[in-house]
């Protein structure tokens, strides 16, 4: 459907994007595979031009990329994770292209020609959360030990031995299970239904336009509402990248020390 000269994909495609390269084999590729793609790409061209410049007074992309690492620093790993965090050189480089890979991923959703954010399809957050499940699983046994790690997180410090009958089990499930699954299902429910809702709205104005007599006067309720949920969009994008990210870090740092 277009509107405006915006085409807006059927609703059907929510769930079904055809292959448009290699159709029924192993590597074909579809719209959703290749905006992840293009959103790793953005985020290495982001900082390769960055680190290509590296003016001391920074403008352009340097400025952005210097802005986001600042973000990244004092916003998550410092708030998260403290100094400790700044003196593990791999955690910058992995918070800040996790951040900007799911804002480019995020961001499609409104880009005109587009208009798919890449996160509304369960695979892609359900890859980043198992990628985050083993990093900061990783972490707590490089840490702690295996065994350390399993108590401590099984067992947490300070708690009276009785109530380990509920604590243990309650603390396997939400360390182990909930933490992937609750990441993954926040940011694909939530791309998913701005998605959905843009769509509807879109669909709404097209017909009210296309109709005859009084129905063609209220098109600009609907679109003027396309429009609030366009900007309000790009908001959720941003925080949607930022909640990711700062969960991450927090699951990270908390499997450094088991006083976390």
């Known amino acids: 459907m277009q509107l405006l000269a915006l085409e807006f994909p059927p609703i059907s495609h929510l769930v079904e994007w055809p292959d448009f390269f290699a159709n029924g084999q192993w590597y074909a590729l ?13 985020t290495l061209i982001i ?16 400025n952005i990329a210097e802005a986001s690492v600042d973000f990244v620093r004092d916003g998550i790993v410092l708030q998260t994770m403290g100094e400790e965090g700044m003196h593990r050189k791999w955690v910058m480089p992995f918070l800040t292209s996790l951040f900007w890979f799911i804002l480019f991923a995020n961001i499609f959703e409104i880009i005109p020609g587009v208009q798919m954010p890449a996160t509304a399809r369960m695979a892609l957050p359900a890859l ?30 300070g708690v009276p031995k009785a109530l380990y009958i509920l604590v243990t089990p309650i603390e396997l499930i939400s360390t182990f299970v909930v ?51 366009t900007g309000f969009e790009i908001l959720v994008s941003f925080l949607q990248a930022y909640i990711f990210t700062i969960l991450a870090a927090v699951y990270i740092g908390g499997a450094m020390h088991p006083e976390h």
């Open 30 to 42: 579809n719209k959703v595979g290749a905006l992840c793609l293009l959103s790793m790409l953005f």
């Open 47 to 62: 900082f390769f031009v960055a680190g290509s410049r590296a003016a001391l007074v920074p403008t352009g992309v340097q």
């Open 128 to 157: 980043l959360a198992i990628l985050v499940w083993f990093i900061f699983n990783g972490v707590g046994i490089a840490n702690q030990g295996l065994g350390g790690y399993l108590k401590n997180s099984l067992f947490p410090p």
């Open 179 to 229: 933490r992937p699954f609750s990441l993954a299902v926040r940011l694909f429910a939530n791309l998913l239904a701005g998605h959905i809702l843009l769509v509807t709205f879109a669909v709404l104005a097209t017909a009210l336009y296309e109709a005859a007599g009084v129905l063609k006067i209220v098109t600009v309720l609907p679109f003027v509402m396309l429009v609030f949920l």
